[in-house]
């Protein structure tokens, strides 16, 4: 990819800057020694800004060796479209192109001439050794559907590796090859970083092993779609595919983040990169060596982001803090007293700021945890506390409500639009999506989405849905409403 002119002296601005910044610290005996001395020097500038930089090739040169390369078959079917094309000789080729769609059909299935026998596919990524016994951490999804995983070591041996455990919720993978006296990280803590602190990633970009690239935190917390249970960590550091399931380092060479996502409109790094959290990956970890599994705690709420109209309708001094919408019945939540209505601030004494914080620290939480809540109710204080339930009765329970939809092939959980959802959405009508799986979410339908209409016919309940499905033919189209923008998504069904 190619680097501007602009974008790399945006980079050197930064660098004098902090090395000017870090003249200021001068005692007044050497200040009045620099008063004589010419600082504006070219050299000058570059030792100043030197001194002012964390050493990267320390961090490298103690850690590089315990990143390896996590080379990956999958069978030819669990492959996703774009990912195995661009492998079979289209690199950077926009799906949208009209020529896209006439290679993959002349090169069939698997890059080969129509009829040849579907080949196995293969896939990178990265991992890290956190034990000498050979205990590697990467990202659930580098392994998924995985028959076949090889470890690469910078040494250039090879291992077979096993996976230990797997779980997607976190994108956390455990892996294990047979190995004695291996370089191993050292793990530090994701809660001490500071926003606008170094750090470090070293993974295998594109399958260019051991590649070192730098940047900042940009913020801590987010919450991205479909990873309610991960508060990610965000970063400005060049992430690329085959960077996944790498380490994230500190200035201290400790390990405080898997890199795991990038948010990108071309598939290539454009400067918002997200890692997991190392504590949250320490988690599942424990929980894996331990049970062989993984589970989550869950609360049995719908919750929505505040802005000041519903902080004040709700007489709140702040927008901040999750809006309760729905309350799951005789789950843990109702069971603990909440209400819709209700506005959750602080939970075991962490404050809430957006609603994304509050899924995030209940999943990491156990069944059986219990939680104790500062409530707002139509702003008056009061003080509750839930037993988390688990996380998997839900998925159980949305796949049997998913599975009641029409011909039980739509795969959505849905629920009719509150009155205030509505005023919120603009809104007469329709149905948030709770849940996707199957065609819908293969389709691009995501939690959180409105449903509108089924076939050019407005929707208002899970009912109505189930019979316009019930009568259409092998698909139908979905009009959603995302962000305040609307579009019909087709979903086969047939």
């Known amino acids: 990819m190619n680097t501007s002119s602009s974008g790399i002296k945006r980079i050197v601005l930064v660098m004098v800057s902090a090395g000017i910044l870090g003249a200021a610290g001068l005692t007044a005996v050497n200040a009045q020694h620099a008063a004589t001395t010419r600082t504006d020097t070219p050299q000058a500038v ?95 999804h580098v392994v998924r559907d995985a028959k076949e995983v090889t470890v690469k070591l910078t040494d250039r041996r090879e291992f077979v590796a096993k996976v230990l455990g797997s779980d997607p919720k976190t994108d956390v993978a455990v892996l294990k090859i047979d190995a004695k006296n291996l ?159 209700d506005v959750i601030l602080k939970v075991n004494g962490r404050a809430i700021v957006a609603s994304g914080d509050l899924p995030a620290l209940v999943g990491q939480g156990k069944p059986g945890d219990r939680l104790a809540m500062e409530v707002s109710r139509q702003g008056k204080p009061i003080e509750l506390t839930a037993t988390l339930g688990d996380a998997a009765e839900k998925s159980v329970a949305a796949a049997r409500d998913v599975g009641g939809a029409g011909q039980g092939k739509l795969g959505l959980a849905l629920r009719p639009l509150q009155s205030e959802e509505k005023r919120e959405a603009g809104v007469q009508n329709g149905l948030v999506v709770e849940g996707a799986v199957g065609a819908s979410a293969n389709a691009g339908v995501m939690p959180g989405d409105v449903l509108l209409s089924v076939n050019g016919t407005a929707v208002s309940s899970v009912e109505q849905v189930r019979e316009l499905v019930s009568k259409a033919g092998k698909s139908v189209a979905l009009l959603i409403q995302r962000d305040g923008n609307q579009i019909f998504i087709p979903i086969r069904i047939g």
């Open 46 to 140: 570059a030792t100043q800004s030197a001194a002012a930089l964390p050493d990267f090739t320390q961090i490298t040169a103690r850690n590089g060796p315990a990143v390896v390369n996590v080379s990956v078959v999958t069978p030819a079917d669990t492959a996703t479209d774009t990912p195995s094309l661009q492998r079979r000789g289209f690199p950077g080729m926009d799906p949208n192109d009209p020529f896209f769609e006439f290679f993959r059909r002349f090169q069939g299935p698997n890059g080969g001439m129509p009829g040849q026998r579907e080949m196995p596919a293969h896939g990178q990524g990265s991992g890290f050794i956190v034990s000498p016994d050979g205990v590697i951490l990467t990202n659930a």
């Open 183 to 341: 370089p191993a990280v050292t793990l530090g803590k994701a809660g001490d970083l500071q926003v606008g602190e170094w750090v470090l990633a070293i993974g295998s970009p594109f399958g260019f092993e051991n590649s070192v690239t730098a940047g900042v935190v940009s913020a801590k917390g987010r919450s991205l779609p479909d990873d309610s249970y991960v508060p990610f960590i965000q970063t400005d550091v060049a992430v690329n595919p085959g960077n996944s399931g790498g380490p994230l380092f500190n200035t201290h060479g400790e390990v405080i983040g898997i890199n795991s996502q990038i948010f990108s409109h071309t598939g290539g790094y454009q400067g918002l990169s997200f890692a997991i959290p190392i504590d949250v990956a320490e988690r599942v970890r424990d929980q894996i060596a331990t049970t062989g599994k993984v589970v989550h705690g869950r609360l049995g709420v719908t919750v929505q982001e505040m802005n000041q109209t519903l902080a004040d309708s709700f007489k709140l001094a702040k927008a901040e803090g999750a809006l309760v919408s729905t309350v799951e019945r005789d789950g843990p939540a109702a069971r603990a007293g909440l209400k819709a209505g």
